[in-house]
Structure formats: C-alpha cells, structure tokens
C-alpha cells in the first residue's frame, strides 16, 4: 500500500498506524478483513432498531458496530458510535438518535474509503 493511500485512510479515520500495529504489519489481512465491513449489517441494523424504537436491539447493534470499528482501528467510527452506546446503556435512546449523525458521517467515510481500496486491488 502507497503512503498516499495510507494518508488517505488516515483523513478517513482510519488509524492505518494502528491498524498495522494490530495486524503485525500484515497489510494483506487488514485489507482483507476491512473489506469485509463493506458487507456488515450491524450500522444498518443499528439505524432501523432506533428506528422502531428497540432499545435493546440499538444497544446490541451499537456495541458490535463499537467493537467491529475497534477491532480495524475505524477510529473516527467507533468514538462517535461509542457515544451512541454509552446514551443506549443509560437507557435514553433520544440521545442515541441525537448522537447518530457523527456516526453516519464516520460510517460514511470508513465505507468510501474500503470501496476505493477495492477498487484500487
């Protein structure tokens, strides 16, 4: 992998530093496991349990998507879905809505990003 693209996962929060620290510098793996994500229901998953006011569904959801996010150092990602777990523990599922959009904009990113690098293989 370029540096560029290396930069340009990092201005799409994904701490490729990190990432490559986890991976043991495997830069095969980590890509083949990031574009997994491409396929990952938990965000969609996630939204829709808001949406239908499922609190407990949202709770299971977010934390997956938290702990997927984590797992390939999708930094950007899993701070704001942190966010969004931590209201869904306290139980306020108006704040985990409220606390949705820094999620998509990250999800967003994350997902151009992955698209672009398989595209780019």
């Avoid at 990092?10 to 095969?28: L, P």
């Avoid at 990602?77 to 869904?88: E, F, G, I, K």
Wanted: charged residues 30%; negative net charge; without cysteine.
């Amino acid at each position: 992998m370029t540096s560029e693209y290396a930069e340009a996962l990092k201005r799409s929060g994904i701490d490729y530093d990190e990432a490559m620290d986890r991976f043991g510098g495997n830069t095969a793996l980590f890509e083949r496991l990031a574009a997994k994500f491409l396929d990952d229901a938990h965000f969609t998953a996630l939204e829709q349990a808001l949406a239908d006011g499922d609190d407990a569904a949202a709770l299971r959801e977010a934390h997956t998507l938290k702990g997927v996010a984590g797992n390939l150092s999708f930094t950007d990602l899993y701070d704001a879905v942190s966010d969004v777990n931590a209201a869904l523990r306290e139980g306020d599922s108006a704040a985990a809505e409220a606390r949705m959009e820094p999620v998509r904009r990250a999800y967003d990113a994350v997902t151009a990003a992955l698209r672009s690098l398989r595209d780019q293989g």
